[in-house]
Structure formats: structure tokens, C-alpha cells
């Protein structure tokens, strides 16, 4: 049993995104930086009695054009497709073998893990509530459990039940890419990826895998997502403009808009990628977590939670608040989180807080949920790599109570050596990673 690495440097060596903006990295940076939104009209089903009828769907997509056996994932959940093409990408860039029986990468697959921020699959609404309806009888104003279940069982189909369990999309990449190392699950509402990356550098750090695949995926754009969301009042009902909907920082902001995808980040141990000769194009060096243990869907009004888990990250990574360059927030245009987020951010960065930039993706992704936070990972990476800051959109009516320097509607060339990247949850649960700019030698914070 090998020993912990508890100093062992951790990199990333592939990415891979399948999103409202496209399909690719490239393709999606690309849409970032022009500030283009990826929200309209709901289309995956009649959303028009909604009191939200617009959404940030991925749109033509198919996940067989990106393996050779797609049998091997028939009948595969929504979420599950997208994390599929997104594993496909990252591995291909970090030059691991996907399909392969006899992979040719020299990459040892017990010591190749999975760790996943992954959301449920949708229920087959049509078919549970055919039963629903035909079971009841409103002469005797009853329900018929007997009747109710036969057709349940007529009309559903095994497959989609069992595709309904968060864990199946670390089945399909552990079929994909044959990975027989750590296998690991989380589903903390919007900051579940970011905890998957986050503990997947801490299962390398401690040694127990060589290679982790760690992401998230997440589809809630059916029906009982959507209701869910509107219940709580969270989503923007801003109909007759779904494109401006998303505005974090705005004193208009009335929601936050709901988006699907899945993003995928392989992390592997310097020692690893070396050894390879992959090509690495981030070092991740801290990580924190909490939880606000406050409400379940309002954030701690001083935003404890928020502020602990970057002074854990920063702790984590031996840095202070004076060496980060760029904040990638979680900035998800509900009233409270902005507000919240913004203190938070203030406590912790002291007298510069305004002079950092913090730009929220959001305004153009949408709300990916549990995908999040890996997604916005990679727009980190990708603002490390090209010396520019993602902008927030739709920010042209500025809270006078929010004022940081949100990057508003225009990218920011400006060099780029340390990121922070936060997500918080539902619940109260908080995560931040930090990342930074590669280099041989390991730099101390400039």
C-alpha cells in the first residue's frame, strides 16, 4: 500500500464541456468572451403555464458521435449523454484511451478514479402520472393504489427508473474509460462539482489514485425541476426577455436562470503527468469546504459559511487574500446570493476587495446546478491561459449596494496567475478551489 503524498503537486491535464454556449471548449470560451447568453425559449417540453418559460438548454446534441460503441450507454439519462461527451473530450486532451479493452496509455486503471458532482436523472412524468390520473376515482374520492401501480408497470421502462440515481453517470465513465479506482458520488445542490474537484485533488494528494476523472453533470429542465424552482421563487420570470434574464449584481435581477450540461476536469499527480509527458495546463492548489448549518435554501446573512471556505482554500493553499487575481463568483442573479456573496467577499478580501476582478459565467451558461462549478472551473483555466477575464452580461443597471468590480459586459485582458472559483448550495453548502498558472518550479505567491 503506497504511502500518503500529502505534498504531492496536483495538475490538470484535460477538459471537457457540453453546455448551452456548444459543445467544446473552444467553441464555448469562444461564445464567453463575445458575451453571448445561451437562454431561450423552453423547448424540451411546454413550459408556456409556467410562471418561467425559458431556459439555458444544450441544444442539438448527441452524445454517439462522440464514442464508437454507444450501445454500450443506450438508454442512458439526459445528464448522463452530456457527461459522456464531456469525459470524452477531457480524456482525449490529457491522452487517456477511452473504449479501449486494452488501453494503450500505460495508465494503471485501479489507480484511476472517478468523483462526480452529479444530479438525479428526470422521472418519466408522463408515464408516473398516466397512473396517477387513471387511479383515481372522484365519485368515491379515493385513490387506487392496486390500479395505479399496474400502470406504472406497463408504462415504465426499468432502464430509465434505474437511470434516475445520481451514481449512474460515474457508471457510464467508468465503462468509458475502464477507471476501477476510487468511484465517488456527491449531489450538494449548486456547489456539488466544485466538491468533486476539490476532493479528488485531496484523494490524489493523499495518494490513493494516480488519475482522477472529476466533474459534474446535471439536467433539471423537466417538469417537476422546473416546478420546484418556481416554488421557491429562485428563477427569473422574466418572459419577455429570456436573453437579459440572467443578471447577477443588477438591481433588476429577479432569478437566477436554470441550465443543464456537464463539464469534466482530469487531475492527475505531477509525478503522474510527468511521467506521461502530458501537457499540463493548470496546478489546482487549494481547496475548502463548509457549511453554513443555517436555512436550507437562504444563505447565512453575514455569509459565514461563504467566508470560512475561502479562508480554508486560501489556508489550504498557503496563500493570503492579497494574492489572488481574479474571483470567478458563484454569482447566480437571485437577490439574496449576490448580496450575500458580495459581503462575503468583502470580509475576506478586506481592502481589496474592489479592486479584484469578479465576473459571474452564469449570465451566459445559466445555472448549470450540480454542473457548476466544474464548468466554471474551466472558464478559470481558460482566463489563466488567454490573460482575459470572462465578463458578467446584462449588467447594466448596477445595485448601488454591490460594489465590486464585476468585469461588466465586456471581457478584460489582464494577466492572470492565481483564480478562485466558488460555488455554494442549497443547504449551505460552500466550496471554493484555487488554482494557478503551471510552472516547473513550485513558486512561492507573488
Request: net charge negative; aromatic share 6%; charged share 20%.
Amino acid at each position: 500500500m503506497k504511502t500518503p503524498k500529502s505534498h504531492e503537486r496536483i495538475v490538470l491535464t484535460g477538459m471537457g464541456i457540453v453546455s448551452p454556449l456548444g459543445h467544446d471548449i473552444e467553441s464555448v470560451w469562444k461564445a464567453i468572451l463575445a458575451g453571448r447568453s445561451g437562454t431561450a425559449r423552453t423547448t424540451i417540453f411546454d413550459a408556456s403555464t409556467f410562471p418561467t418559460t425559458f431556459s439555458a438548454e444544450v441544444k442539438d446534441y448527441d452524445f454517439r458521435r462522440y464514442v464508437e460503441h454507444p450501445s454500450r450507454h443506450d438508454q442512458c439519462s439526459r445528464s448522463s449523454g452530456f457527461v459522456i461527451g464531456a469525459t470524452v473530450q477531457a480524456c482525449r486532451q490529457a491522452g487517456i484511451d477511452v473504449e479501449s479493452q486494452a488501453p494503450a496509455d500505460h495508465i494503471d486503471r485501479t489507480r484511476m478514479g472517478i468523483y462526480l458532482g452529479a444530479g438525479e436523472g428526470s422521472l418519466d412524468s408522463d408515464a408516473f402520472f398516466a397512473g396517477i390520473l387513471a387511479a383515481w376515482n372522484a365519485e368515491r374520492d379515493e385513490f387506487a393504489w392496486p390500479h395505479a401501480n399496474r400502470i406504472v408497470q406497463e408504462q415504465m421502462q426499468a432502464a430509465h427508473e434505474l437511470e434516475q440515481e445520481p451514481n449512474m453517470a460515474v457508471a457510464h465513465i467508468a465503462r468509458l474509460t475502464g477507471a476501477r479506482g476510487p468511484a465517488r458520488s456527491c449531489l450538494t445542490a449548486c456547489a456539488a462539482s466544485t466538491q468533486a474537484v476539490g476532493e479528488a485533488m485531496m484523494l490524489l494528494r493523499r495518494g490513493q489514485a494516480d488519475v482522477m476523472i472529476a466533474g459534474g453533470a446535471h439536467s433539471m429542465i423537466h417538469i417537476l425541476g422546473l416546478t420546484g424552482f418556481n416554488r421557491l421563487t429562485a428563477l427569473s420570470t422574466r418572459n419577455d426577455s429570456p436573453e437579459t434574464a440572467s443578471r447577477p449584481f443588477c438591481a433588476s435581477r429577479d432569478g437566477f436562470v436554470l441550465g443543464e450540461g456537464a463539464a469534466i476536469v482530469v487531475l492527475e499527480s505531477l509525478t503522474s503527468a510527468r511521467k506521461r509527458g502530458a501537457t499540463i495546463l493548470a496546478e489546482l492548489i487549494g481547496y475548502g469546504s463548509s457549511s453554513d448549518a443555517y436555512r436550507v435554501t437562504d444563505m447565512h446573512d453575514e455569509g459565514r459559511g461563504a467566508v470560512q471556505a475561502m479562508r480554508a482554500a486560501l489556508a489550504d493553499a498557503g496563500l493570503t487574500y492579497r494574492d489572488i487575481d481574479y474571483i470567478n463568483t458563484h454569482g447566480t442573479s437571485t437577490h439574496e446570493n449576490d448580496a450575500v456573496e458580495t459581503l462575503a467577499i468583502k470580509t475576506v478580501f478586506q481592502e481589496r476587495a474592489k479592486q479584484v476582478p469578479a465576473s459571474s459565467v452564469k449570465s451566459m451558461l445559466g445555472h448549470l446546478i450540480a454542473a457548476a462549478g466544474a464548468a466554471e472551473l474551466i472558464t478559470c483555466v481558460l482566463a489563466i491561459r488567454d490573460g482575459i477575464v470572462p465578463p458578467t452580461i446584462n449588467l447594466n443597471d448596477p445595485d448601488p449596494e454591490l460594489d465590486l468590480d464585476y468585469v461588466p459586459n465586456a471581457a478584460r485582458k489582464m494577466p492572470l496567475h492565481i483564480v478562485m472559483n466558488e460555488s455554494f448550495g442549497f443547504g449551505g453548502q460552500n466550496n471554493v478551489v484555487i488554482l494557478k498558472q503551471y510552472s516547473e518550479a513550485r513558486e512561492k505567491p507573488h
